[in-house]
């Protein structure tokens, strides 16, 4: 048996796939299984940054409609509501994934869960602001709430948040989500 230091499906499906390619690769079967009980997730991959107040804040680099999607899964299979914050990484991207950010979202969201999005990451340039994330929060509706300053959406989140409720930070590209989170274990008490 092999025993994953990772939650979700995707990650047994991710498991099984490594084991049979190090079998493939003449790696005994014991070694591969040993190998992948050890491995504990890439960085900002579902990584549970600490807890204050009975509120886990979870940092997370699901940046598409698919991962982000694989993360809420996991997730909705524990019990407690998700507050999210999700910060897309470009006004780009959010012009492709409109349509399936807001259908994934709609579909996705437990009754009780809150979604907040600041503006996207900008890096300067000449980007087209056709689509923002507040298009997307009225795609979404009810649940989900725009507020453009990264930091004051993170600290709207830490408000609404009680015992038993997830944290969870979503985006990429943007470095200093991570110390953004720990900022908010931080500000639970944590």
């Not at 997730?41 to 991962?67: A, Q």
């Not at 725009?146 to 004051?152: Q, S, T």
């Not at 038993?164 to 943007?174: E, F, K, L, N, S």
């Amino acid at each position: 048996g092999v025993r994953l230091s990772v939650p979700g499906r995707h990650n047994v499906a991710n498991a099984l796939a490594a084991i049979g390619a190090a079998i493939a690769a003449a790696i005994s079967a014991d070694d591969a299984c040993r190998a992948i009980e050890g491995f504990t997730g890439l960085k900002r991959r579902f990584e549970l940054v600490g807890t204050g107040g009975g509120v886990s804040v979870i940092d997370d680099f699901g940046h598409n409609p698919e991962k982000i999607a694989a993360t809420l899964d996991t997730l909705h299979a524990f019990p407690g509501r998700l507050l999210l914050m999700f910060r897309p990484h470009g006004y780009g991207p959010l012009k492709v994934m409109r349509r399936e950010l807001g259908e994934m979202f709609r579909d996705r969201l437990g009754a009780d869960d809150l979604l907040v999005i600041p503006d996207p990451a900008y890096f300067g340039g000449t980007a087209n602001r056709e689509v923002t994330s507040a298009d997307i929060v009225a795609d979404i509706g009810g649940q989900a709430h725009h507020i453009a300053d990264r930091d004051a959406a993170a600290a709207w989140l830490v408000e609404q948040a009680r015992p038993g409720d997830r944290i969870v930070v979503m985006g990429a590209r943007d470095d200093t989500l991570s110390q953004m989170a720990a900022g908010m274990v931080a500000a639970l008490g944590g």
